[in-house]
């Protein structure tokens, strides 16, 4: 594999409590984590905890650290997958670390697994390639060349608002996995909370108005701890929130080099 050493990713990424929790003095929900690799490597993961979970904001916490860690692991001990099932290999398997992780807990903290039960959206991204998979709703999606590609799909079960959950039986068969050949200029993952703005539903493709110019917002970042802040407002601002009242999630990158 060829990776360029040049390049290098930017990446700002929010979590905040909806307006819903807000008003019933619950806590965010919603759980992210990144990390950058050497040689171009990125790493992130978003989680929506479920609402009828007792400890969802833990359940979301521990799977999207476990995910990251075990992608690192990974690519740190062993050669670099050569090939598209190898790579899928990678992804489902971070999944599973995820799911074990939140089993570790669920035991650690005397509960049933189900208290702990979230979504989760793992998305590794070099240079070249872009892998990613995905248990329950949110999305993921990839900008190449001004077009706006879903990576994955928001998930839905048998009923209105049904999902499929990591600590699911069937949730790694059930698992969306993908990986996308490309030169990836830009990343978005988002929780559910952000569908109705982000995707045009029902097929779920990606709503350029939405992340256009939060891609361009990420592309000028000078001062990413300020972008942050900056990104945290959004979420908090009239347009989502009259649209939106879940917990909300929404992770950006952009490759720069």
């Known amino acids: 594999m060829n990776r360029n050493h040049a390049d290098c990713w930017r990446v700002v990424a929010a979590s905040v409590a909806g307006t819903s929790h807000e008003k019933t003095g619950k806590p965010c929900q919603d759980a992210h984590a990144w990390k950058i690799l050497p040689e171009g490597v990125l790493v992130a993961a978003v989680a929506d905890g479920a609402g009828s979970a007792a400890m969802a904001e833990v359940g979301a916490d521990v799977a999207v650290g476990a995910a990251v860690e075990a992608i690192e692991n990974s690519l740190s001990s062993q050669l670099f997958p050569q090939n598209d099932t190898e790579w899928k290999l990678l992804i489902t398997n971070a999944l599973i670390s995820a799911r ?34 995905q248990v329950g709703d949110g999305a993921a999606v990839v900008a190449d060349e001004g077009e706006i590609i879903a990576l994955t799909l928001p998930s839905t079960g048998e009923y209105i608002n049904e999902t499929t959950f990591l600590i699911s ?22 929780t559910d909370g952000l569908q109705m703005l982000a995707l045009k539903m029902p097929e779920g493709t990606p709503h350029k108005p939405f992340f256009s110019p939060l891609f361009r917002f990420v592309a000028e970042v000078t001062d990413e701890t300020a972008a942050k802040q900056e990104l945290v407002e959004f979420l908090h601002s009239p347009r989502v929130t009259q649209r939106a009242d879940d917990d909300l999630t929404i992770l950006l990158a952009t490759l720069v080099g």
């Not at 807990?105 to 005397?110: N, S, V």
């Not at 949730?171 to 978005?188: I, P, R, S």
């Open 169 to 190: 039986p069937d949730a790694v068969e059930k698992a969306q996995v993908t990986v996308w050949h490309g030169k990836a200029a830009q990343l978005g993952i988002l």
């Open 100 to 133: 074990t992780a939140v089993e570790i807990e669920a035991t650690i903290q005397k509960v049933m697994v189900r208290d702990l039960a979230s979504t989760l959206i793992v998305v590794v991204a070099t240079p070249e390639l872009v892998a990613a998979v």
